[in-house]
């Protein structure tokens, strides 16, 4: 068989799996969201780009490569998309409007230039000089992708570590909305811009030929097996948590009181809150009967903390104690962990060696005769 063959084969199989994942994300057991349904847009577009490079001017001929001859002009959308999800995913709305359909501005341009030229009779101006200069307008298609690229990757890349810390001013245990699903979905999408990238490289010092179109079928492909495999085993995929994008205002500024201050320590000492491992801002703030901006700013500038910090001190405390406690004494570290409110073996471990210098296993082994 070959190189040719497994190419081809390889690529239709990326083909098959996005159709597939699409398919799966739109199952009726699938829990529905927005974020999943601009997620299922967004592989749609990345396989039907997939589909254009493997098939255009063999089977879609209106979509023929002597058409697009500046580039395939799809590669322009799957960043709006991607930037589209993200904000859904962080507790945004995408609506219809001049400003959302100006994200696919690129697109549309490309699309219309190669329609026009290619309706240009060969003696015109234009036609002539392209011909003359060949690599010119394939080597600004590309520039315009990567420029696009790393332009959305930037801003997702800011828009995601805003969200980050607005979760640690509304939750105490991130497990829920802090995914890793989201780093795996951007370190994909930042591999596909350093290919382009090179692609970017190659059409202006090397030899352009069809080679560099089948590879990018190939690039694709893989980002669809690693995004299907990824998706697939994790259920955050199918899971999205909306935090408040907006906080009740107070009707004065609220100054860091002692007395507020006393009052929440005294709720965390003696109610113990810190052990439901879903506490959130919101809920504590009901307790307390206070809005959430008052808590918040309680906490930040009366404390110095967020809310997160704030609660799992308090966890890393309960954790030492189970530690001496001849009760827990046959508990594990996990047990422990759970006991004192958090979530998972791995937060637990980050956040009390972040707390104490020393792992839990290091501290508990100090306390050992």
Same mark, same amino acid.
């Given at each position: 068989?070959?190189?040719? /063959? ?18 799966? $994300?739109?199952?009726? +057991? ?26 255009? +001017? ?19 959308? %799957? ?30 341009? $490309?699309?219309? #230039? ?13 036609? @002539? ?6 690599? @010119? ?13 790393? #332009?959305?990757?930037?801003? $997702?890349?800011?828009?995601? /570590?805003?969200? /980050? ?44 030929? =069809?080679?560099?179109? =089948? ?16 998706? %697939? ?41 810190? @052990? ?66 958090? =979530? ?20 508990? =082994?100090? @306390?050992?005769?």
């Amino acid at each position: 068989m070959s190189l040719d /063959q497994l190419i081809q084969i390889f690529i239709n199989g990326g083909i098959v799996l996005g159709i597939f994942i699409v398919l799966l $994300i739109n199952n009726r +057991g699938v829990r529905k969201s927005r974020a999943n349904i601009f997620l299922s847009i967004l592989l749609a577009a990345l396989t039907f780009s997939i589909f254009h490079v493997r098939y255009a +001017g063999n089977i879609v001929h209106h979509f023929a490569g002597d058409t697009f001859f500046i580039g395939d002009p799809t590669f322009l959308i %799957i960043t709006p998309l991607l930037w589209f999800y993200v904000v859904e995913l962080t507790g945004g709305k995408v609506k219809l409007s001049f400003t959302s359909i100006l994200h696919f501005a690129p697109f549309l341009f $490309i699309s219309f #230039c190669s329609i026009f030229f290619q309706h240009l009779p060969p003696d015109n101006s234009l036609i @002539l000089f392209f011909n003359n200069h060949p690599r @010119l307008p394939v080597v600004i298609f590309w520039m315009m992708v990567v420029i696009q690229f790393s #332009c959305y990757q930037i801003v $997702i890349h800011k828009k995601w /570590q805003s969200y /980050q810390q607005l979760i640690k001013q509304e939750v105490s245990n991130t497990e829920d909305v802090n995914i890793s699903w989201i780093r795996f979905f951007m370190g994909v999408f930042l591999i596909i811009n350093l290919f382009f990238l090179f692609s970017l490289f190659v059409v202006i010092h090397l030899d352009y030929t =069809k080679w560099i179109w =089948k590879t990018v079928g190939v690039v694709l492909s893989m980002s669809v097996f690693a995004l299907g495999y990824k998706g %697939i085993l994790q259920r955050e995929i199918f899971h999205t948590l909306s935090l408040p994008t907006s906080e009740p205002q107070s009707t004065k500024t609220i100054k860091p009181d002692q007395h507020l201050i006393d009052k929440l320590v005294s709720h965390m000492e003696e109610k113990r809150p810190y @052990l439901d491992p879903e506490l959130s801002l919101s809920a504590l703030s009901n307790a307390l009967d206070m809005n959430r901006g008052q808590l918040s700013q309680l906490i930040n500038d009366g404390l110095g903390d967020n809310f997160y910090d704030f609660v799992n001190k308090y966890r890393v405390e309960e954790v030492k104690r189970l530690m001496t406690d001849p009760k827990a004494k046959n508990f594990n570290l996990l047990g422990i962990a759970l006991e004192a409110g958090f =979530k998972s073996k791995s937060t637990f471990n980050l956040i009390f060696k972040r707390f104490t210098g020393l792992t839990p296993s290091e501290y508990r =082994k100090n @306390l050992l005769p």
